[in-house]
């Protein structure tokens, strides 16, 4: 893929163009044509078409780099850019620093010392070996020679060390053991052919490593040389010059140019990373001083104020802030619950041990009645016992009623019957006594007409006594036999009153006889109805004593069973009343646990009550 | 038409996100803050994704996310965090608040649609 320098992100007058666009306003007008361009940007990279998206990306950043679309056109630019490195590198797409390193790679390829990297270099000192030996302290103080005094070095080495070992060779009194070879090969030759050989074989190596040195020292010449023309524009120096040094320095000029240019665009950098600095000194003063916040907030919330809660800012602080807060979260809303449960498990265990009490003292008073009540069943038992004796006996007593109330009404009707025959013979005493009564009238009439009779006679003599009297002695005897009839008809006048008297008081008899008879009837009528009535009343009491007794038998036989179903009943509230014992006793076990119960919800309370939740 | 669910205070953010989706064919419903976005999930359809801001006023976007995820009925939605909190430090625990993914802002546009593509239900 195309890889893009991007010449508009690094440019010092974009740079400026930039910032000066960082005073604008965001104007409406200017989002929605970045936010256009944006959205058309990113179909063109969706289809495929990089460049072309590229272009549009590029002319975000180059309206408004610090706006958000601007940020995210620099994305999208360096993702693509990213993207087209992985492909060409054939390696996993990785942050912006792969092009330093290929950047930094480049440089150390034609850096002035990249050949010494095939020497062992300082850092290699410290090899396990671990011993610096000479030739390393050599090579490193050659290292560390300019150019001109190691020329000059190898100048005089070449001139002077074959003279010096001809010399040494020529002079030398004796075999010198530090060359044993030399000494065994030489033990037939002079000495002469032995410095001449000696002399002439370090020219030939002398030269030889003057002439190698000088190879390196011209390949890195033409290397520095080439760096340079990369460095300058890229135009080939040797093309128009004499030799490397008149490239290097053409180069070199070119360099002088180029980084004219760039010294504004590292000032800018500088600054920009000044700033970086400023930005990174006050986000470690803020991330400080967010811990510092952060620490005081776990300080309340240490003290039991669980209401607190850390201001969301960003970085680890904000992190742990959050955490904190989920955590401090969680816990409010736990001490909140166990608060609320506690408060009410207090309250319930108050009013239950009250219940509780209350409800052992009903127990107790239950128990109590029940015992009663038990007793009360003992009593109804009995007395439904006496009632079943009694009950039978009123049977037998009725049925005995009612045998007499039948026997009674045939006594009764027999009653009714004589009654009926003494009415007839009252009725006939009556009339015969009616008929006495008339007769006696009668008599009593004929007594009147003799009483007259005798007092006409009476009458009658006396006045022929007077007659005769008045004749003398003639009529003496007709005046005794007048005073004869005159006395008899004075008898008769007496026996006449005296029978009067006789049948009124026959005839007064005769009439309370009669009043006697009538009295009598009546109240033999009365006696005839009252006995009639008495013999329904028996027959009443008869059916009534027959209903009775078997009511009596029903009751009998319900008796029986009250007195089952009063057995039952007393066993029931036996059991009863030993529950209520067991209960009486349980509750006092569950008052005891309540106050328990009570005093460890006080402690939990007393515990939780330092946090604060609302 | 599938539904995503956008909770952003920055109006600027809210308008990119919205537009971005919009374009790549989704359905796009927006909240300013977590409150807010709260009473909506309870009164609509359920989306099938929710991005989120994490810095906002009031609750934060990971707050919001623990609501989501002890609900019975929301706890499948996929969720997005879409922040300026760039650390890995921040993306380890937005991550585990339960969220799927984690774009930082400023986000390729192209970025935030592949992620929502790969997490969409």
């Known amino acids: 893929m195309e890889n893009r320098p991007g010449p508009t992100h690094n440019s010092p007058s974009d740079l400026a163009e930039a910032s ?223 030799d490397e040094l008149s490239g290097l320095t053409l180069n070199l000029r070119e360099i002088a140019h180029v980084l004219d240019r760039n010294r504004e665009q590292i000032l800018a950098l500088d600054r920009q990373r000044e700033r970086e600095v400023d930005r990174q000194k006050r986000e470690k003063e803020r991330a400080q001083q967010q811990a510092i916040d952060l620490l005081l907030y776990i300080e309340s919330a240490r003290s039991g104020d669980l209401t607190v809660k850390v201001p969301t800012v960003e970085g680890e602080i904000g992190a742990i802030a959050d955490a904190f807060n989920a955590t401090i979260g969680s816990l409010r809303s736990l001490v909140a619950q166990v608060k609320t449960v506690s408060e009410t498990v207090n309250q319930r265990a108050h009013s239950s041990q009250e219940s509780v009490g209350s409800l052992a003292d009903a127990a107790q008073t239950q128990s109590i009645e029940l015992e009663r009540a038990l007793n009360s069943v003992v009593a109804i038992s009995e007395s439904i016992d006496r009632v079943s004796q009694s009950t039978q006996e009123a049977a037998a007593i009725a049925r005995q009623a009612s045998q007499a109330a039948r026997s009674g009404e045939t006594a009764m009707t027999q009653t009714v019957a004589s009654m009926d025959k003494i009415r007839t013979s009252v009725a006939n005493s009556s009339k015969k006594a009616k008929r006495l009564a008339e007769s006696a009238q009668e008599v009593s009439q004929i007594l009147e007409s003799i009483v007259g009779i005798a007092e006409q006679a009476n009458l009658l003599a006396f006045n022929a006594s007077i007659e005769a009297a008045r004749t003398g002695e003639r009529g003496h005897g007709f005046r005794q036999v007048a005073d004869e009839v005159r006395r008899l008809a004075g008898q008769v006048g007496e026996a006449a009153q005296n029978i009067g008297r006789s049948i009124d008081t026959i005839q007064e008899e005769t009439a309370e006889v009669l009043n006697v008879f009538e009295l009598s009837t009546s109240e033999v009528v009365a006696g005839t109805q009252w006995v009639s009535q008495t013999q329904q009343t028996l027959q009443g009491l008869t059916w009534l004593s027959q209903q009775i007794d078997g009511y009596l038998q029903d009751v009998a036989s319900n008796t029986v069973e009250q007195a089952q179903a009063s057995k039952t009943v007393s066993q029931t509230v036996e059991t009863v009343a030993q529950i209520a014992s067991t209960t009486a006793s349980e509750a006092q076990k569950a008052i005891d646990s309540l106050q328990e119960l009570t005093e460890r919800v006080e402690t939990l309370q007393s515990s939780v009550s330092p946090f604060q939740v609302k | 038409m599938k539904n995503v669910f956008v909770v952003e205070d920055g109006q600027t953010e809210q308008t990119m996100i919205k537009a971005l989706l919009n374009h790549a064919g989704f359905k796009v419903d927006v909240a300013s803050d977590a409150d807010e976005a709260w009473d909506w999930l309870q009164k609509n359809t359920l989306p099938d994704l929710i991005v989120l801001d994490i810095v906002m006023p009031g609750k934060s976007g990971l707050e919001l996310c623990r609501m989501i995820q002890e609900d019975e009925k929301m706890k499948d939605i996929p969720v997005i965090f879409c922040s300026s909190k760039s650390e890995e430090f921040d993306r380890f625990w937005a991550l585990r608040q339960g969220a799927k993914a984690y774009i930082v802002k400023p986000y390729a546009p192209k970025e935030l649609i592949d992620t929502v593509y790969a997490h969409i239900r």
């Open chain 1, 20 to 242: 000066e666009r960082l005073s604008f306003p965001e104007t409406a007008q200017n989002s929605d044509y970045l936010l256009n361009l944006l959205v058309q940007a990113n179909s063109l990279e969706q289809a495929g078409d990089e460049d072309a998206a590229c272009i549009l990306y590029e002319e975000i950043v180059a309206i408004d780099r610090y706006s958000s679309w601007g940020a995210s056109a620099q994305k999208a630019l360096q993702s693509i850019k990213d993207r087209g490195l992985g492909g060409d590198g054939d390696r996993p797409t990785r942050e912006p620093s792969t092009d330093d390193e290929s950047e930094a790679s480049t440089l150390q390829l034609f850096s002035p010392g990249a050949d010494d990297s095939q020497f062992p270099t300082g850092s290699t000192v410290e090899t396990p070996a671990g011993r610096p030996t000479v030739w390393r302290q050599w090579t490193r103080a050659w290292r560390q020679l300019t150019v001109g005094t190691k020329l000059r070095a190898i100048a005089i080495a070449s001139a002077l060390l074959p003279i010096a070992v001809t010399g040494v060779v020529l002079l030398r009194p004796e075999p010198r053991p530090e060359m044993p070879n030399l000494e065994s090969s030489a033990t037939a030759g002079t000495r002469q052919r032995q410095a001449l050989l000696w002399g002439g074989a370090t020219a030939v190596v002398t030269v030889g490593t003057a002439i190698w040195v000088a190879d390196r020292m011209a390949a890195r010449l033409r290397a520095v040389s080439q760096y340079a023309c990369a460095l300058g524009g890229g135009n080939d120096a040797d093309g128009r010059t004499a």
